[in-house]
């Protein structure tokens, strides 16, 4: 079974230092890993995607993520913090559920706080 | 192009009715999930239907049921609806590498 694990349930910083959400993943094959944003009341925006493609991804509103299989893990980063950047974010692994369908396997998520 | 919709945005209901959510996919996709977040949690995996038919469920009883029509919009149906029911119920659908887009939500209460 596909799993992921966010190490930090919340993460504050300030405006202008870098961000790092922390998560690793349990997969027994290569594995499709996601992360998602979440504004306070809004739905759930995709921030970036690795598909066994190249491992530095790079996403939306200057974030990133490395996969690095060694560590099992897929960090998201970001240089420096906007004030907008304050939302919850999921890390996410992509898995074969019952059947044929596709399903998604959500982290217990981080609060990310960002301070003036 | 046009994103998932979902309607209604809100939704109250009483312990024992019915509900029924409805989703419009994004345009040309021809999959759609459909997620449970409870306050305070991430998303859980209801079930997936794909060109008409359920191709996955994640582990939710029989009540929750769904359908898609051939137009790739879709329907959410909560039957003998519990306390626990209360929450946002996210439509999804997905492109071929698996990604999905998410709509805004439906969110239900239950009194």
């Known amino acids: 079974a596909q799993s992921v694990t966010q190490l930090d349930s919340h993460v504050s910083v300030s405006e202008g230092t870098p961000v790092l959400l922390r998560c690793n993943y349990s997969s027994s094959y290569s594995p499709s890993l996601f992360w998602y944003v979440q504004h306070p009341n809004k739905g759930l925006q995709l921030l970036l995607k690795y598909t066994s493609a190249a491992t530095l991804v790079k996403g939306i509103n200057g974030f990133e993520a490395e996969f690095k299989k060694s560590e099992t893990s897929f960090h998201l980063t970001k240089p420096s913090a906007h004030m907008s950047d304050a939302a919850e974010y999921f890390c996410?692994?992509?898995?074969?559920?019952?059947?044929?369908?596709?399903?998604?396997?959500f982290g217990s998520g981080t609060q990310l706080t960002v301070l003036p | 192009e046009t994103g998932v919709t979902q309607s209604p945005t809100h939704l109250i209901k009483t312990r024992g009715q019915q509900v029924t959510l409805r989703c419009s996919s994004q345009?040309?996709?021809?999959?759609v999930s459909w997620y449970q977040q409870a306050l305070g949690q991430g998303p859980q995996f209801i079930f997936q239907?794909?060109?008409?038919?359920?191709?996955g469920r994640g582990n939710f009883p029989p009540r929750f049921s769904g359908l898609q029509f051939p137009n790739y919009s879709s329907e959410l149906n909560v039957n003998a609806l519990e306390l626990d029911d209360s929450a946002l119920y996210l439509c999804a659908s997905s492109d071929v590498q698996g990604a999905l887009f998410f709509g805004p939500g439906t969110r239900l209460t239950v009194l």
């Open positions: 996410v692994v992509s898995s074969i559920s019952s059947g044929s369908a596709r399903q998604l396997t």
């Open positions: 239907y794909y060109r008409e038919e359920e191709n």
């Open positions: 345009s040309g996709h021809n999959t």
